[in-house]
């Protein structure tokens, strides 16, 4: 029997034109597991407002982090694919979960060159359960599957944000760059409150318990807040780091509904009053640098940290295609059929 994997990513646009950056967006608004409202106020406000002001705006964004390859996330997946086979029992493909490579496309591709396939492993590359990440993607394969390829059978990789080898390399690539004085931030991708809630298997534990993330519950498989969380208590403690010498925020806040806090561009103001002058920043929910480390971070909020009584600011590369990563994923790969 064929022996197939598949990673999925977030996507890019290709290219940091705006006519590229809008349909991009388009795409990725119009997503309900994005904007998660009916489909007509959804199309109303993505389509009526949002591609009509914001496309601009994030093209000038993705030129100033545009490789020569393309864009960064894709070509350092691309790079981590690449290393992955080497190590890997199963052919290893790569799609995106917006744009190109697209998971139709791909999908379609695997059939065509394995059609006798019975079962696909498929790694979301999430560390934490969103559903604006992780489920849109597995609810987007789970969707063409049942259309297109309904013998197929789908195993997915779960959420790793507390897996001992994970938390290890996670570790070693935040201390090969942290510096010793320097106060350390974890700054999460933030996400609506209502999302936590809705993502709430209980129903009556998320945002309705006093210190629901640390208070044990089933809810907790699929709570982004749990999971960032535990990945931030779990690298602390093996960084050996006290109470005063590290953070947790959550970036990339989008309208004006509540989202996890406190909010990253907040801290970064606060910071130097606070006597933390010298910061270094790590983004786990991401594993490869993109629009959301390399500009809002690296470039934005390195200049309002530093406008605000900075003096050194540190920006930790998320895994991307690091050896000691690639062969963990390639090892998830390689027991994903037992």
């Given at each position: 029997m064929s022996k197939v994997a598949l990673l999925i990513n977030l996507g890019s646009p290709k290219s940091p034109g705006v006519k590229d950056v809008k349909e991009y967006l388009g795409e990725f608004l119009m997503d309900d597991h994005v904007?998660?409202?009916?489909?007509?106020?959804?199309?109303?406000?993505?389509k009526g407002i949002i591609l009509n002001v914001r496309p601009k705006k994030s093209a000038d964004a993705y030129k100033s982090i545009w490789w020569d390859e393309g864009s960064p996330l894709i070509t350092l997946s691309e790079r981590l694919v690449k290393k992955v086979r080497e190590h890997s029992l199963y052919e290893t493909y790569l799609a995106m979960r917006y744009a190109a490579p697209s998971i139709s496309n791909k999908l379609k591709e695997i059939h065509d060159k394995h059609p006798d396939l019975e079962e696909l492993y498929v790694v979301p590359l999430y560390p934490h359960f969103a559903m604006s990440s992780y489920e849109?993607?597995?609810?987007?394969?789970?969707?063409?599957?049942?259309?297109?390829?309904?013998?197929?059978?789908?195993?997915?990789?779960k959420p790793w944000f507390d897996e001992e080898s994970y938390i290890?390399?996670?570790?070693?690539?935040?201390?090969?760059?942290?510096?010793?004085?320097?106060?350390?931030?974890?700054?999460?991708?933030?996400?609506p409150v209502r999302h936590l809630r809705k993502s709430d298997s209980t129903s009556c534990h998320c945002y309705k318990r006093e210190n629901c993330c640390t208070t044990p519950s089933e809810a907790h498989g699929t709570c982004y807040k749990h999971q960032t969380t535990k990945t931030t208590e779990l690298v602390v403690k093996a960084l050996g780091l006290e109470e005063n010498q590290y953070s947790t925020s959550y970036q990339s806040r989008l309208g004006r509904d509540p989202w996890i806090e406190p909010y990253t561009a907040e801290r970064l103001e606060q910071f130097p009053s606070e006597g933390k002058d010298k910061l270094a920043i790590v983004c786990p929910a991401f594993v490869s640098d993109c629009l959301e480390t390399l500009e809002e971070i690296n470039i934005e909020g390195r200049e309002e940290f530093l406008s605000f009584g900075g003096t050194s600011f540190v920006s930790i590369p998320c895994l991307n295609d690091r050896n000691d990563w690639a062969q963990l994923v390639a090892e998830w790969i390689n027991k994903g059929a037992l």
């Open positions: 904007i998660d409202v009916p489909k007509i106020p959804r199309w109303l406000l993505v849109s993607v597995v609810d987007r394969v789970k969707e063409i599957v049942e259309k297109e390829y309904p013998g197929l059978k789908l195993k997915f990789k290890q390399i996670l570790t070693k690539s935040i201390f090969e760059v942290l510096p010793k004085d320097h106060h350390l931030l974890f700054s999460y991708h933030g996400i």
